[in-house]
Structure formats: C-alpha cells, structure tokens
C-alpha cells in the first residue's frame, strides 16, 4: 500500500489505473469505514481511500480542531482492509489558496434536516468531494466510490452532484456498520463518557420506535406524522438529549412523505457535547 499527500504523486501512483475504486473518510477509522474500503476493492482495479478532515464542512463552533487524527493506526488497518492507495493530504494540498469556487447543492436537499442545522455543511461537504473526485478520477473513463447510508442525505447530495455534472463515477452506498448493542460506529462516538455510552442506544431505539408508529399508521401518515415526531423528539429530550430532529421522510428526495412511499427515519440529537446521528431504511 502506498501513502501519498500531493494530488500531483496521487496522480502518478494512479497513472496505470483505468478505474480506480474510491472511499473518501475524515480517518480514525473504525469498522463502518473498513467495510466501505472492502467493498470498494472489487468495484477497480486500484483501490483509493483518502483521509482529510475538511475544515469547509465544519462551522466555527464545530470540532474540527479536536476532532480525532489517528493516521498511523488508521494506515495500518486500510493495508489489513485491502486498500491499495491512501491520499492524506496536507490542508495546503487541497486548498493551497482559499476555496472561494464551491459547489452548492440542491437547497431542497442540502438546506434541509442536517443542512438546516449545520448551515453550509453541505456545500463543504460537496466542494470536497468534488476536489477529491477530479483528483482521483481526472482522466479515468469510468470508476466507482462508496459513501455510507450512516450519513443517508450525504449520499443522496453526491449522487445529486454526480447526476448533475454527469461525472462517469458509480454511486454505491455502504450498510451501517453498528456496535453489538445497535450504535451506529462513529468517529465522534469516542467523546462519549462511559455513562453517555451507556445511553447512546437510545437515539436508535427512539427512531426504531418512530419508524414502528409510522407504519402502524401508514394510512394516513401525513396526518399522523408531526404528532410522532414531536413525541418523538419530547421523549429522547425527556431522557436528557438535546435532538435536533426525528422524523420520515420518503427515501427517494427526502421530502415528507405520502402513503406508498419507501420510507427512511432519520435523527440527529445532542448528548452532553456529542452530536450523534442514525437513520434506518423501514
Ligand atoms: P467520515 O470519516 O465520518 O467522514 O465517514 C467516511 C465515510 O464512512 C462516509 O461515507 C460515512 O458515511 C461512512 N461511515 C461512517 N460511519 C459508518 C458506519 N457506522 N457504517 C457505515 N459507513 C459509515
């Protein structure tokens, strides 16, 4: 496995490459990660995770400085994973002047749910991908990367971005990699406290919960919805989380949905100082 942090000696290391695999991630990885690179490796003939924690998607308030770099044991477990290529690049790899060219997606998808709550999130989100795509897959006919449905509405705006700029990339979403107890594997779950740890399961139980009341009333869940997720989100505050939203909405554009839909319920709450987030396909 090679390790390289200019774009210019990843595009030398890929020169041979006619469609290279890819697994973007902010490292400290962890089991949900390795599972994206494991799928990524057949889909190419030369399989690409890249590590950068990108400062765009992060507001001042954010973690972005004590967000956790762990390169060493993260390179050691993508070599164990099969990874052929690791891109870490320095920040003035990729940003050598102030990114003012950015790339905003759609505001019906990208200003709702977690674009509303981290504003601009998505389009930090977005911006990177799209520099770490043209660094990558520049020249390439064809290739393929593979984001987790741990961040549903992330894929759905890089599948929009890829439709939209006819980008020769597939597309593949990765399952939710979960803890034994049912907690979504997290970089962030490492700032829980043993107790806070003890209690994370509840935000997945409480959209389990949400996704069970909605199917009970399928028939008229426009209706019923705003009712369950208010209870919703009063019950998990009621425990002692701080949620910023519980609620279904129709897989397909993530808009509230309507009877027949494929449905997905989605949340994100605060406990203590953590911000944690699941989702699940029902
Ligand atoms: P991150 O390093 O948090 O930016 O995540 C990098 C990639 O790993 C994203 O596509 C995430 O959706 C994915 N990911 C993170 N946690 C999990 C998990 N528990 N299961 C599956 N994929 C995950």
Not at 60 to 79: I, V
Not at 147 to 157: A, E, H, S, T, W
Request: net charge negative.
């Amino acid at each position: 496995m090679k390790i390289v942090h200019s774009i210019e000696d990843l595009r030398l290391q890929l020169a041979q490459a006619q469609r290279p695999s890819f697994v973007p991630t902010m490292g400290n990885l962890h089991e949900g990660h390795l599972a994206l690179v494991r799928q990524a490796k057949p889909l190419g003939d030369c399989m690409v995770a890249s590590i950068f924690v990108n400062r765009l998607q992060f507001l001042p308030h954010e973690d972005f400085d004590s967000y956790p770099r762990t390169l060493q044991d993260d390179c050691a477990k993508l070599e164990a994973a099969g990874c052929d290529l690791v891109f870490a690049p320095r920040e003035t790899d990729l940003y050598p002047q102030p990114q003012t060219v950015k790339v905003h997606p759609d505001t019906s998808l990208g200003d709702i749910l977690e674009g509303h709550f981290r504003p601009g999130f998505f389009t930090g989100v977005s911006t990177v991908v799209m520099k770490l795509f043209m660094s990558v897959f520049a020249g390439k006919a064809q290739g393929a990367a593979v984001f987790g449905k741990k961040d549903y509405q992330q894929l759905m705006v890089i599948r929009q971005l890829v439709k939209q700029f006819a980008l020769p990339i597939d597309i593949h979403g990765g399952e939710i990699i979960r803890a034994e107890d049912g907690l979504a594997l997290s970089s962030r779950n490492s700032y829980l406290s043993p107790e806070e740890r003890q209690q994370a399961l509840q935000l997945h139980l409480a959209l389990r919960d949400l996704g069970r009341q909605a199917q009970a009333s399928a028939n008229a869940l426009a209706e019923h919805l705003p009712t369950l997720e208010a209870r919703a989100m009063q019950d998990l505050q009621a425990r002692g989380w701080q949620p910023d939203y519980l609620t279904v909405r129709r897989r397909e554009d993530l808009q509230s949905p309507q009877a027949g839909d494929a449905l997905v319920v989605l949340g994100a709450a605060r406990l203590g100082k953590t911000r944690l987030i699941d989702n699940l396909e029902i």
